[in-house]
C-alpha cells in the first residue's frame, strides 16, 4: 500500500507541496476550503474582464521552472512570463514622477533628473551590492532545500558575519543611510511591504527584495497570474494527486503524539501518514486548540490589504502596467498602520493595469485595473461604510497624484477587505504573510516547517519558513519536500 499524505490547502505552497511529493512516490490528497485552488493566488472574471485577486507581478521566474522541471514542464515555454520594463512608475506627492528601469544604467541617469544628483546612484549602486551579498548568503542558508525546520545558528553566523553590512539595524535606517532624497527613501522605504512589513521594524536583511527584484526582473504571466495555478493543478492532477475542493478541515487526528489524518467539518476522515498543512500555522493553532501549530500575539501579523477591482468602459492612455502613488507622509501612514492599526488617512496606491500589457484581460477597447493600499490586519473595522469611506481615500489620493478618475468610469468595483481575506482563505486577521517579518524573530524564528509538538505534521506556504512572497513560498515547498523525503 502505498503511503499517503493529506495537504491541508490548495494554495500555491499546497499544490507545489503536492507536486513534489506526488513525484517522491506519495499517494497524495489535497484538501481545500475554498471552490477553486490557488489561495491568495487568484482571480476574478466579471463581464469579460479578468483580474488577478492576489499577486501582480512574481520575482525569482527559476524558482518557478524548477518546480514545473519536476513534470518535465518548461514554465518559460508554458506560461510564457514577460518581464515588464520599466518595472514602476514612481508618482510622488510634490508632483515628480520617477520611471524605475530595470536597466541600471538608465535607472541611473533617472534618479539623477529627479533627484539633481548623483549621490543617490552611488546610495544605490552601494544598496544594492548589500542586497546581492544578502542574497547569496540566503541562498546558501535560508533559501536552501536542506531538511532543517529552522535556520541553524551557523546560518545565523554566516549571515552576521558578512563584512560591512548594515544589514543587522533597522531597514528604514539603512535606506536612510545610503539614500539623501526624500523620493528614493520612499521607492526603497516600500520594499518591506512586499512582505506586508514596515520599513521602520523590519531589519536592513530586507535590502535582498530590491535586489532581487532588480536582478531577476519584475514578471507578468499573460493571461493573469492565475495561469501558473492553471498549470500546476493540471500538473497536479496528471502526477494523480487527489483534489477535494469545498472541503474545510476542522481537526488534525493523532494516535497519542503521532497524527493520523484530518476530519473536515462535514465528518469526513481521511487518513494519512503524514500531514502537510498549506493553512497557517496560526490558523492551525486555533483549529486544534493549541495542540498543534503556533500561536501569534494580534499585533505579530503582517499587514493586509484593501483591493478594488474596477472594470473600466474606456481605455486610459498613458499609463504603466505597474504605477505606485506614493502618500505625502509615508511615516504617518507606516505610523497609522502599524502602531495604531488603522487604514491610513492618506493611504499609498499601487495601480496595477494588466491590459497595459495584455488585451486579453478586458473587453476590447476596455481597462481592469487592480487597485491596492496597505491595511492593518484586522477584520472587525470593514463594515460596507468603512470600505467606502477607504475606496473615498484611495479615490483622493489617486487624484492628488494626477491619475483619472477610475471610479467614475467604472462599470463595476469588486472589494476585498482584511475580512474577506480572513473568510475566503481563512488567513488569520486577513494578514497576507502570516508572522510579520519584524525584528529578528519575526525575520529568522519564523513558524517552522515541522510541528514541534506533533510528530508527522509539517506547514508550508507564507506562514512559515522562509517567509510570505510566490517565490518565497515556492522555496518553502523545496525545504518541506526534502523534509517529508520518500516515503
Ligand atoms: C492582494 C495580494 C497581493 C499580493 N501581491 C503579491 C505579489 O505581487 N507578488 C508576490 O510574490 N506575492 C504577492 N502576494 C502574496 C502571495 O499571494 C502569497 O504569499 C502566496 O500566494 C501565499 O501562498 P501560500 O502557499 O502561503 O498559501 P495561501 O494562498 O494562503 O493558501 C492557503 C490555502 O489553504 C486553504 N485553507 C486554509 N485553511 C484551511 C482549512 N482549515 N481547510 C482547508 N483549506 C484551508 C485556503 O483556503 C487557501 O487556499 C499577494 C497577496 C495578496 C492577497
Redesign the pocket.
Known amino acids: 500500500m502505498n503511503k499517503k499524505v493529506v495537504i491541508?490547502?490548495?494554495?500555491?505552497?499546497?499544490?507545489?507541496t503536492a507536486i513534489r511529493l506526488s513525484s517522491l512516490g506519495w499517494e497524495v490528497t489535497v484538501?481545500?476550503?475554498?471552490s477553486r485552488?490557488?489561495?491568495?493566488?487568484n482571480r476574478f472574471s466579471h463581464l469579460g474582464y479578468t483580474f488577478d485577486?492576489?499577486?501582480?507581478?512574481?520575482?525569482l521566474p527559476h524558482v518557478f521552472d524548477r518546480l514545473f522541471n519536476v513534470c518535465g514542464s518548461d514554465f518559460y515555454k508554458l506560461i510564457k512570463p514577460l518581464q515588464i520594463d520599466p518595472l514602476f512608475e514612481y508618482r510622488f506627492d510634490v508632483g515628480d514622477r520617477l520611471t524605475y528601469s530595470s536597466d541600471l544604467p538608465e535607472l541611473a541617469r533617472e534618479i539623477e533628473r529627479v533627484t539633481g544628483s548623483i549621490d543617490d546612484v552611488k546610495g544605490l549602486y552601494r544598496f544594492l551590492k548589500m542586497g546581492a551579498k544578502l542574497f547569496e548568503l540566503s541562498e546558501k542558508t535560508f533559501f536552501q532545500s536542506t531538511p532543517m525546520s529552522r535556520p541553524t545558528f551557523e546560518d545565523l553566523k554566516s549571515l552576521l558575519s558578512a563584512p560591512k553590512l548594515h544589514a543587522w539595524g533597522s531597514y528604514d535606517k539603512a535606506v536612510r543611510r545610503h539614500f539623501k532624497s526624500s523620493q528614493m527613501r520612499q521607492i526603497f522605504q516600500r520594499y518591506p511591504t512586499?512582505v506586508g512589513a514596515s520599513p521602520h521594524r523590519s531589519m536592513g536583511t530586507l535590502a535582498l527584495i530590491p535586489y532581487m527584484e532588480l536582478a531577476f526582473g519584475g514578471w507578468y504571466v499573460p493571461g493573469g497570474l492565475y495561469r501558473i495555478v492553471e498549470e500546476l493543478v493540471l500538473m497536479a492532477t496528471r502526477a494523480g494527486v487527489q483534489m477535494e475542493m469545498s472541503?474545510?478541515?476542522?481537526q488534525i487526528q493523532m494516535e497519542g503524539k503521532r497524527v493520523t489524518g484530518v476530519v473536515?467539518t462535514s465528518g469526513q476522515f481521511y487518513d494519512a501518514d503524514v500531514v502537510v498543512?498549506?493553512?497557517?500555522p496560526a490558523?492551525?493553532f486555533d483549529?486544534t486548540d493549541g495542540v498543534a501549530g503556533t500561536k501569534l500575539k494580534a499585533e505579530e501579523h503582517s499587514m493586509s490589504?484593501f483591493?478594488m477591482l474596477l472594470g473600466l468602459d474606456r481605455k486610459v492612455e498613458g499609463l504603466r502596467h505597474h504605477t505606485v502613488c506614493f502618500s505625502g507622509d509615508y511615516d504617518r501612514e507606516f505610523k497609522q498602520i502599524i502602531d495604531e492599526q488603522r487604514f491610513p488617512d492618506d493611504p499609498t496606491v499601487y495601480v496595477n493595469i494588466p491590459t497595459v500589457t495584455d488585451d486579453s484581460m478586458a473587453p476590447s477597447g476596455k481597462e481592469s485595473v487592480f487597485l491596492?493600499a496597505n491595511a492593518p490586519a484586522g477584520s472587525q473595522v470593514w463594515t460596507r461604510e468603512f470600505e467606502l469611506e477607504a475606496a473615498q481615500r484611495i479615490r483622493k489620493r489617486l487624484a492628488s497624484s494626477g491619475m483619472p478618475d477610475f471610479m467614475e468610469h467604472a462599470r463595476f468595483v469588486e472589494y476585498?477587505n482584511p475580512a474577506r481575506?480572513e473568510r475566503?482563505?481563512?488567513?488569520p486577521r486577513g494578514s497576507?504573510?502570516?508572522r510579520v517579518a519584524h525584528g529578528w524573530g519575526g525575520t529568522f524564528l519564523r513558524p517552522p516547517l515541522k510541528d514541534p509538538q506533533v510528530q508527522d505534521l509539517f506547514y508550508?506556504?507564507?506562514?512559515t519558513h522562509p517567509g510570505?512572497?510566490?517565490?518565497?513560498?515556492l522555496l518553502?515547498?523545496e525545504i518541506v519536500s526534502g523534509m517529508v523525503g520518500k516515503p
Not at 508550508?460 to 506562514?463: A, L
Open positions: 491541508i490547502g490548495a494554495g500555491l505552497g499546497g499544490l507545489a484538501v481545500e476550503q475554498g485552488p490557488g489561495g491568495k493566488l485577486t492576489g499577486p501582480s507581478l512574481i520575482t512586499y472541503t474545510r478541515v476542522s473536515s498543512s498549506n493553512a497557517d490558523s492551525v483549529f490589504g483591493v491596492m476585498w481575506f475566503e482563505y481563512s488567513s497576507i504573510y502570516g508550508v506556504g507564507g506562514g510570505g512572497g510566490t517565490p518565497t513560498v518553502s515547498a
